[in-house]
C-alpha cells in the first residue's frame, strides 16, 4: 500500500523557517517524481515546488522560487521542503505527493500538515 | 498560467441523482490533460480521472470524465451517500500546474 506521511509543520513567525519532511513507503520511492502542492484555509490547491527522481532537477511555483528549497533522500525514501523567509501568505496545509511516470497530476497524497506563519 | 474556472460553486442533489460538474480552462488544455480529485473533510485528496476520461485505479465506474479543449466535466451517474465532497479539477498541459477551485456537492 502506497503511504505517504507528512512531518514538521506548525507555527512560525514572518521571516522564520521550517523543514517539512515526508517519508513515503509502498512502492520504489527513487523510481518517482515527487511534488509538494498546498492548500491555503478555504482556498483551493496550489502546485509548490517538484524534485526529479534523482534529485538533478527542481522546479519551483514563481510565489517560492529563492525562499524554499526541495530535496530528498532515496536511501531514506523521503521528502523534504525547506522554507525560508516565511510569509502569511504561506500558511497552509501541505500535501506530499506523488507523480506518476512522465506527468504532471498527482496520483497518489499524504493526509497534509498544517503551516502556520503567524505572529 | 491557465486559470481554471469550475462551476457550480455548490451542487445540491440526493442520492441516487446525477451530478454533472464543469471545468473550464482560458486556454486549450494540450492533449487533454485534465485530472479530477475528490476532497472529503480532514481527509487527503483522491485522484479520480485523468487524461480527461480515464479512470484512477480503484475508481467506481459511476465517475466518468469527458470534454477537451478548455471545456470539461465529472458526471457522478448515481450519487452515493460517499460521494458528497469537493471536487476540484486540475490542468497539467502547461507549467505550472494549476487546479480549480471546486466544485461542492452536498446533499439536498
Known amino acids: 500500500e502506497v503511504q505517504l506521511v507528512e512531518s514538521g509543520g506548525g507555527l512560525v513567525q514572518p521571516g522564520g523557517s521550517l523543514k517539512l519532511s515526508c517519508e513515503v513507503s509502498?512502492?520504489?520511492?527513487?523510481?518517482?517524481?515527487m511534488s509538494w502542492v498546498r492548500q491555503a484555509p478555504g482556498k483551493g490547491f496550489e502546485w509548490v515546488a517538484t524534485i526529479k527522481q534523482d534529485g538533478s532537477e527542481k522546479n519551483y511555483v514563481d510565489s517560492v522560487r529563492g525562499r524554499f528549497t526541495i530535496s530528498r533522500d532515496n536511501a531514506k525514501n523521503s521528502m523534504y521542503l525547506q522554507m525560508d523567509s516565511l510569509r502569511a501568505e504561506d500558511t497552509a496545509v501541505y500535501y506530499c505527493?506523488?507523480?506518476?511516470?512522465?506527468?504532471?497530476?498527482?496520483?497518489?497524497w499524504g493526509r497534509g500538515i498544517l503551516v502556520t506563519v503567524s505572529s | 498560467e491557465i486559470v481554471l474556472t469550475q462551476s457550480p460553486g455548490t451542487l445540491s442533489l440526493s442520492p441516487g441523482e446525477r451530478a454533472t460538474l464543469s471545468c473550464r480552462a482560458s486556454?486549450?488544455?494540450?492533449?487533454?490533460?485534465l485530472a479530477w480529485y475528490q476532497q472529503k473533510p480532514g481527509q487527503a485528496p483522491r485522484l479520480l480521472i485523468y487524461g480527461a476520461s480515464s479512470r484512477a485505479t480503484g475508481i467506481p465506474d459511476r465517475f466518468s470524465g469527458s470534454g477537451s479543449g478548455t471545456d470539461f466535466a465529472l458526471t457522478i451517474s448515481r450519487l452515493e451517500p460517499e460521494d458528497f465532497a469537493v471536487y476540484y479539477c486540475q490542468q497539467y498541459g502547461r507549467s505550472p500546474p494549476t487546479f480549480g477551485p471546486g466544485t461542492k456537492v452536498d446533499i439536498k
Open positions: 509502498g512502492f520504489i520511492f527513487s523510481s518517482y517524481w
Open positions: 505527493t506523488r507523480r506518476p511516470p512522465g506527468s504532471w497530476y498527482f496520483e497518489y
Open positions: 486556454q486549450s488544455v494540450s492533449s487533454s490533460y
